[in-house]
T-cell receptor, first 113, second 115 residues
């Protein structure tokens, strides 16, 4: 079945540091890939997505590129802020974003001033 | 973006009792709603998918007689945990979607503690 593997956390960075959170997946066919963010006390929010190979999703300075050859969708940001502190989830869906999602384990990010 | 609410945000109940959690899409009609369970410091586990007017589809290993899901309208789905036990204590999250390529919108979650 489908699965998503994220790098183990937690991750602690200083403000303005470079962020990478690794995500790899296993799926049949050609899934859509997503990054969701969960701020403390809030529900998950879609951060970015990519629906086909080589697509790059981007939002709020975050980027991730759908790499079919390496089955990866790593999340990057060039300069993190304290307000980026949250839990980040990589996810996939093989039937569109309105269909069932398979999530990775989540990575807790803490950014210190 | 669209808004999904959950009620209550937290609940404490005694072992053996039942508790109902509501999930509402406030500004759109959701043909499909999903219920997830999240353990501390772990990922979200899909419990079931419900489509308005039809029976929910449960994931393997989820007891459908224990976790009753009703999707009675295009804006409301309910999850009832029957005969709750301490091991049912968890964070329950719903999401709602128009289905297909449309985005899922997540509720803020409900913290259930069974004593």
């Amino acid at each position: 079945g489908d699965s998503v593997t994220q790098m183990e956390g937690p991750v602690t960075l200083s403000e303005e540091a470079f962020l990478t959170i690794n995500c790899t997946y296993t799926a049949t066919g050609y899934p859509s890939l997503f990054w969701y963010v969960q701020y403390p006390g809030e529900g998950l929010q879609l951060l970015l997505k990519a629906t086909k190979a080589d697509d790059k999703g981007s939002n709020k300075g975050f980027e991730a590129t759908y790499r079919k050859e390496t089955t990866s969708f790593h999340l990057e940001k060039g300069s993190v802020q304290v307000s980026d502190s949250a839990v980040y989830f990589c996810a996939l869906s093989d039937q569109g974003s309105g269909s069932r999602l398979t999530f990775g384990e989540g990575t807790q990010l803490t950014v210190n001033p | 973006g669209a808004v999904v609410s959950q009620h209550p945000s937290w609940v404490i109940c005694k072992s053996g009792t039942s508790v109902k959690i509501e999930c509402r899409s406030l500004d759109f009609q959701a043909t499909t709603m999903f219920w997830y369970r999240q353990f501390p410091k772990q990922s979200l586990m899909l419990m079931a998918t419900s489509n308005e007017g039809s029976k929910a589809t449960y994931e393997q290993g989820v007891e459908k007689d224990k976790f009753l899901i009703n999707h009675a309208s295009l804006t409301l789905s309910t999850l009832t945990v029957t005969s709750a036990h301490p091991e049912d204590s968890s964070f329950y999250i719903c999401s709602a979607s128009r289905g297909g390529p449309y985005e899922q919108y997540f509720g803020p979650g409900t913290r259930l503690t069974v004593t």
